[in-house]
């Protein structure tokens, strides 16, 4: 038998890719915690990257705010104790904020600004709760900034003594990741059908209502890039992990609610019926996607669930990139890749970490595969030459977690195919000159 077929390999390049600063999660956070205030303290970079990245949302007066950093502060002239404290006082005063977060960025992290050592003084004085995330471009891609602040607010839970202590075991569950309100509605509903003890989310709409936790407290995550709010939890908490894969596709749901089911003894009776019925609904899309060719160029963390439900679709992967693998924390969900490539009989796909857009691009032209998934600096330049992409950030955007958003994932990756077969009767499909061509290729 094939070695690629029994076993998972990983590769590791470069790292010379393109992906979003993980301050961007500000964007989806500040929303999601509903009473916090967020101030990044960067550089002209930083805001500049915010503004664009953001789009329409500046407008909205958001909860957040960059703390430019001058000269003067990199220089050590100014006190930055003075600085921040005059700013917080500013944010309290006109927002009047719950919780502050502070999310350092590359520059804090170079210039070494003890943000953990000024955050308690400042909170004592304007009595308002100052939390530090560190999700800079210099340690984390995208996602993982969300991470980093899922990681420091854990730390804020409170470990109570509960009185079934007393009686003995009663274990209750925390889940963490930031998802829209309905979808962390929908999970949390198919667990209630089944009776598991939901204690609450990481993170809350507010603040104030952060769950407590005890010391049966376990915890599964929702999204595959929260490896450190996980250690976090079980290793300052006490918390235990549920290992699971991510809800991510009508199999991925399953495998979640099943572990989870598992842990607290219970059988979850329907479920498999539930899954089948939702791969029913599918069926239009499958036909369309069976046999089709995939790249992930990777830069969000959700490439491996993502590649794993698409292999389950019918589709071939041929490469999963991405930035950051924490094959402890993800180890359900490479279990279940391997199980989806057996079941399917195709070959694992090669799982590239840290890759090189460089050398990527060489593969795809060897490779062309039907669909590409990318980031926006190289979806039209190779859609100019002839190849299919989807732009990787909506599938953080967008709602896929859960049986029923299954669907949404598929309107996603198939939307290009159907927009190209449009496209193609046109006659124009490849834009550019290749190297040893001297004509525009018309195909
Ligand atoms: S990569 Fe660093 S400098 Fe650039 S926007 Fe992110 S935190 Fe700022």
């Known amino acids: 038998m094939n070695s690629s077929k029994?076993?998972?390999?990983?590769e590791c390049e470069t790292g010379n890719y393109h992906t979003f600063c993980p301050i961007s999660c500000v964007s989806w956070l500040y929303q999601k915690i509903e009473d916090s205030f967020f101030l990044v303290i960067g550089t002209k970079t930083c805001g500049y990257f915010l503004q664009n990245a953001l789009g329409v949302m500046i407008f909205a007066e958001p909860?957040?705010?960059?703390?430019?950093?001058?000269?003067?502060?990199?220089?050590?002239?100014?006190n930055d104790y003075n600085e921040l404290k005059r700013l917080c006082h500013q944010i309290k005063k006109t927002r009047n904020p719950s919780v502050i977060f502070w999310i350092g960025t590359c520059t804090t992290e170079i210039i070494k600004m003890d943000l953990e050592g000024l955050a308690p003084k400042i909170e004592a004085e304007i009595k308002c709760p100052i939390i530090v995330a560190r999700a800079n471009g210099l340690d984390y891609a995208f996602t993982q900034g969300e991470d980093t602040v899922l990681a420091a607010l854990a730390q804020r839970c409170n470990v109570v003594p509960t009185k079934e202590e007393i009686?003995?075991?009663?274990?209750?569950?925390i889940l963490f990741g930031s998802l829209p309100t309905n979808v962390s509605k929908m999970l949390t509903y198919e667990l209630t059908k089944y009776e598991i003890?939901?204690?609450g989310w990481i993170p809350t709409a507010t603040y104030r209502d952060l769950p407590d936790l005890t010391d049966q407290t376990l915890i599964c995550g929702v999204n595959p890039f929260l490896n450190r709010t996980a250690t976090t939890l079980m290793r300052r908490k006490g918390c235990k992990l549920i290992s699971a894969p991510f809800p991510i596709g009508p199999d991925g749901t399953r495998g979640w609610i099943e572990a989870i089911c598992e842990a607290f003894n219970i059988v979850p009776k329907g479920l498999v019926e539930r899954e089948k019925q939702i791969w029913k609904s599918l069926a239009p899309y499958l036909a369309l996607l069976k046999g089709k060719s995939i790249f992930f160029m990777g830069d969000n963390l959700l490439e491996i669930s993502l590649a794993r439900f698409l292999t389950r679709c019918g589709m071939l992967v041929i490469e999963i990139g991405i930035p950051y693998i924490d094959k402890k924390y993800q180890a359900a969900e490479l279990k279940l890749l391997k199980q989806t490539c057996d079941f399917m009989s195709v070959p694992i796909p090669r799982i590239v970490e840290k890759p090189d857009n460089f050398h990527q691009i060489q593969?795809?032209?060897?490779?062309?595969p039907?669909?590409?998934?990318?980031?926006?600096a190289l979806a039209n330049p190779l859609e100019a030459r002839g190849l299919n992409t989807k732009w990787s950030v909506e599938f953080t955007f967008s709602q896929i977690h859960g049986f029923s958003n299954a669907r949404d994932i598929l309107e996603l990756v198939?939307?290009?195919?159907?927009?190209?077969?449009?496209?193609?009767?046109?006659?124009?499909f490849k834009l550019v000159k290749d190297q040893n061509d001297q004509t525009v290729a018309k195909v």
């Open 6 to 10: 029994t076993s998972i390999q990983f």
């Open 414 to 428: 198939s939307r290009p195919l159907r927009r190209n077969e449009n496209l193609t009767q046109l006659g124009w």
């Open 370 to 376: 039907d669909i590409t998934i990318t980031g926006m």
């Open 197 to 199: 003890p939901i204690q």
């Open 363 to 368: 593969r795809l032209n060897e490779s062309k």
């Open 167 to 173: 009686s003995g075991i009663n274990p209750n569950l």
């Open 63 to 78: 909860r957040y705010a960059m703390a430019e950093l001058e000269e003067g502060d990199i220089s050590a002239q100014f």
